[in-house]
């Protein structure tokens, strides 16, 4: 699906970002992004549950302990990924360089990466292109840095929201790029969050870890997990506020409007799927727990069957029942329930008949598929997109 | 793939077979098929673990406990899945009619179906089909069974070996229908297997269940599992010899052929799989344990961005290394090993730059991937296809 993202220019005060071409792309396109806080920010980091991990990932896994930074530096079409020690020191000496060239302890610079597996970053072109990259630093780049990540997306990913903490209005905003290799527990996710509001570093860490939970972790392309997925969010404190800790009246605010960020975020990467048509957003309810619902709305995301029935337009019920059966799930069959949009497709476990007018509001570019699973009362959402000719055509025939 | 099983005539004393067209399926192709012993047979069976099991699945499972039977009819074209009271009443009424036709107690007979879920059996079609089923029986016609319980399939699967047990020749041999909706656990996989070495009851069960786990269980094209799998296993004792028992001299002989047809009609599925043009065979050694084997094998085996890139001809070791990595299995990233066929990709976590060499041998129809955790002593092999175009054309624009 192609689509820009909101256009509108987006401030978050005290940071200041740039997109630039450095080279490492074959395409030519931009490839090297910086964000940066004019101040230290306390820092917090999701990243990837792969046992394979790039290194700029187990770089960014030390320094994250500390909760403060002050620059990411993010490249793309390499991912610095199972390439060895000299991998780790290609890492470290990015790091180094742009810690020397922005003046700040290397403790306070993080470095990202993301493109092909297994090929040895560009080391040269990338510090050959720093100057550029400082110098190019502005609070209305944000739109840059979100184009410089991209890998195979279509469009640069960028969300913002305000909101009023003590009677300031404060901004959370974030870039991120997906398309391919995308599920929970962010595969070859990137998303980078940045905030003036005051927070102090655990509660940071525990309101990054809940919205990540609750949107890019419930989000599958192809059920694929990367070696460089992260997730980050600084906070430089630049409103002023007293620093949000969790017994703070507005800390459930800023949680909730951090979330809603990153849903966004999400819903942008799923649109963007690698070839998708699609958005399709899967609920599970009456499920026994939380983790049955996820179970399941998970493995109807992740079903071929289901994702090309999406695309082909065809209220395939049949393909969702046996994805939500197989899927562990504790489930009650003769109490199941199934819609497609608003369209009752089982009720108690057999067809309705109406396949006619659900296959009509399948024309449409986003999709709800709701499952009632008749065992409980828990529920949860997981987002996807519709698996196309073009997601094949993308990976059978380019190195990624 | 086109191509067509071993067309020589396959005869187990004993067994009779036949396959015609009943009408239920809308293409006109045969989509009725009996198998029957001439005495009553030991019989075992294995079912899907979905929890939304076909009516003639949660019938089947109730008769499998006597160890006996004498006739399988199966129909393709419908699931009868998720068709509530009226599925089990329908696959009542085709198991007792035929019984009675056959002058056999209801208890020997299994009533098995494959195709569109969620829609009504027709039932008449079948009990009207069932004199012309019965006359067509004949020890000759295998393949006309194999060919009615197609289904995308697009050629019939059927199989036989011979072994001597105590000095004669007994035949062991099967039909399976497979295509879509295949994984570990037996997705719309039907599986029918025929003997006339006489067998006890709990050793027929271990030997089937035995096969189907190094076999069937570890195949996967969409990493889907149906509503109506089975693999049931028939013994009628016509060789004459002492049953085996565990035991015996000749079990190992017996389990070990008995697992090279399922193994040999496993390999016809995957090189089946919907739009498939490759057989890939994932092998992981130097596990820790044989699960956490099977998890990585599986986990590249289901990765549909190794499977496009099978398709596309590229040895892309990036994702097969991030697909194990993912899996959850123990590995040792600067131990690893990667091969495509017979070329080594990665040497101890790092790219040999073998691409070419690589990329050369991803013509041949039948690919091996082998990768070495280097964590331990222990291997598991996964049978898939590669993931083309024509799978998604395949499922995005039938109902099946």
Redesign the interface.
């Known amino acids: 699906m192609k689509r820009t993202s909101n256009k509108k220019q987006i401030i978050v005060p005290g940071f200041k970002f740039s997109g630039i071409k450095s080279g490492i792309k074959e395409s030519g396109g931009k490839d090297l992004a910086l964000i940066y806080s004019e101040t230290p920010a306390v820092t917090a980091g999701v990243f990837t549950?792969?046992?394979?991990?790039a290194a700029p990932v187990k770089l960014a896994l030390k320094k994250i302990t500390s909760n403060k930074g002050q620059a990411i530096i993010i490249n793309s079409g390499n991912?610095n990924?199972?390439?060895?020690k000299q991998g780790d020191k290609d890492a470290k000496k990015v790091n180094t360089d742009l810690a020397k060239k922005l003046g700040l302890p290397i403790e306070m610079v993080y470095v990202s990466s993301t493109g092909?597996?297994?090929?040895p970053l560009p080391v040269t072109m990338i510090t050959n292109a720093l100057p550029e990259l400082i110098d190019d630093l502005s609070p209305l780049s944000m739109d840059k840095a979100a184009s410089a990540i991209m890998t195979t997306d279509t469009f640069p990913k960028f969300v913002s929201k305000r909101i009023k903490i003590d009677g300031k209005t404060g901004t959370i905003a974030g870039i991120a790029k997906g398309a391919?290799?995308i599920r929970p527990?962010m595969?070859t996710m990137l998303c980078f969050l940045f905030t003036d509001i005051a927070v102090s570093a655990k509660p940071l860490d525990s309101a990054l870890r809940k919205a990540v939970n609750m949107s890019l972790n419930r989000l599958t392309v192809?059920?694929?997990?990367?070696?460089n997925d992260t997730a980050m969010l600084m906070s430089n404190g630049r409103l002023g506020n007293t620093p949000l800790t969790k017994n703070s009246p507005y800390y459930k605010k800023f949680t909730d409007a951090l979330s809603d960020v990153t849903y966004q975020l999400s819903r942008m990467i799923a649109e963007d799927g690698e070839g998708a048509t699609k958005i399709i957003e899967v609920t599970v309810k009456g499920a026994r727990s939380e983790s049955d619902a996820e179970k399941a709305a998970s493995a109807i995301a992740?079903?071929?069957?289901v994702k090309?029935?999406v695309?082909?337009k065809?209220p395939?019920?049949?393909?969702v029942?046996?994805?939500?059966?197989?899927s562990?799930?504790?489930?009650v069959?003769?109490k199941i329930d199934i819609f497609f949009n608003k369209v009752k497709l089982?009720s108690?476990?057999?067809?309705t008949g109406m396949e006619k007018a659900a296959a009509a509001l399948l024309d449409s570019k986003a999709i709800t598929i709701t499952v009632d699973l008749g065992a409980g009362k828990q529920s949860a959402k997981v987002l996807t997109c519709d698996?196309?000719?073009k997601?094949?055509?993308i990976?059978?025939?380019?190195?990624?």
């Open positions: 549950t792969n046992s394979i991990k991912a990924a199972c390439t060895g092909i597996i297994g090929r391919g290799m527990d595969a192809d059920n694929e997990t990367s070696t992740n079903s071929m069957l090309t029935a695309y082909g065809d395939n019920w049949g393909r029942i046996s994805a939500a059966g197989a562990g799930a504790k489930l069959e003769n089982v108690n476990g057999v067809g698996l196309t000719e997601y094949i055509e990976n059978a025939h380019y190195t990624t």
